[in-house]
C-alpha cells in the first residue's frame, strides 16, 4: 500500500521553524519509551521531549500534538494535544505529557486522544499493518489562549489551530509492529 500524504500538506503554508528532541528523530524508529503500554504494544507512553526555536514574530502561544494518519480509521487517530502553552515555553521535558500534566507549564490544556484519556499515548499500529507516521507537531500560535476547553476534541483543536497558526514545526519518527 502506497503511503498516503502528510496530512500537513492540505493546510495552508505557514512558516517553518525548528523542533528537536533527545527522545525522537525524523524518520527513525521510535523508542520503547514512546510507545503504548496502554494499548498493548509493550511500551511505556512516555511523551517525548521536544525543544524549539526560530519560530515566527508574533507568536503569543504553542500548541503541540501527535497524530498517526496511517491509522486504520478514516480519521487516523490522535495521540496527543496540548495548547495554551505560554510563549516563553520553548520545551517540554519527556514525559511532560503524563496523566498529570506535571510536566506542562501553567496555562497549558490537555484535551482527550483518541483512546480517550487526557495524555499522551504512545504508538500501537495493528500488527502487520506496515509502518505509521507520528508526526509530532509543534503550532506557533498568534493568540495567548485557543479560548477553547479541556473537552475540545482533537479535531476542534485542528480546527482552532488552522486560523490561527503563525507557523509549524515538525519531527516524524515511525513504528510498526
Known amino acids: 500500500m502506497a503511503q498516503p500524504p502528510s496530512p500537513y500538506d492540505f493546510l495552508p503554508e505557514v512558516a517553518s521553524f525548528t523542533v528537536v ?29 521536544l525543544s524549539w526555536s526560530g519560530f515566527p514574530a508574533g ?8 497524530f498517526d494518519p496511517d491509522a486504520p480509521t478514516a480519521s487516523g487517530f490522535w495521540h496527543w494535544g496540548v495548547f495554551d502553552i505560554p510563549a516563553d515555553v520553548t520545551e517540554l521535558a519527556s514525559g511532560a505529557g503524563d496523566e498529570s500534566g506535571s510536566g506542562l507549564p501553567a496555562g497549558a490544556v490537555t484535551i482527550r486522544n483518541d483512546a480517550g484519556s487526557k495524555r499522551y499515548i504512545g504508538a500501537a499500529p495493528p500488527e502487520g499493518h506496515g509502518p505509521h507516521r507520528y508526526f509530532f507537531v509543534v503550532h506557533a500560535v498568534d493568540v495567548p489562549s485557543l479560548g477553547i476547553d479541556d473537552s475540545a476534541s482533537p479535531a476542534f483543536l485542528g480546527f482552532n489551530l488552522f486560523f490561527h497558526t503563525l507557523g509549524r514545526a515538525m519531527v ?4 510498526e509492529l
Open 21 to 49: 528532541s533527545d527522545d525522537v528523530t525524523d524518520g527513525q524508529t521510535l523508542p520503547k519509551a514512546q510507545v503504548s503500554g496502554i494499548l498493548g504494544a509493550g511500551g511505556e507512553d512516555v511523551s517525548p521531549h
Open 172 to 175: 516524524t519518527p515511525v513504528y
Open 59 to 66: 507568536t503569543q502561544s504553542f500548541a503541540v500534538t501527535c
